[in-house]
């Protein structure tokens, strides 16, 4: 079986708050890091969400 095209990656808060979410992204057509605007519901507003590793 083929591998899928398809990554899990980290979006990590910039609020330091330690809350992410794991999301997909395929690599040939995203090459750029993930950034996203997205609900913190430890700093209880919208933040940015920005990519990482996901170990």
């Known amino acids: ?29 995203q090459t750029e890091k993930l950034s996203f605007r997205k609900y913190d519901p430890v700093a209880r507003k919208h933040v940015v969400f920005k990519e990482a590793r996901l170990k």
């Not at 083929?2 to 057509?29: F, H, M, Q």
């Open 1 to 29: 079986m083929a591998k899928p095209t398809t990554i899990l990656v980290k979006l990590e808060s910039t609020a330091d708050t330690g809350y992410y979410y794991v999301t997909k992204k395929n690599p040939r057509t």
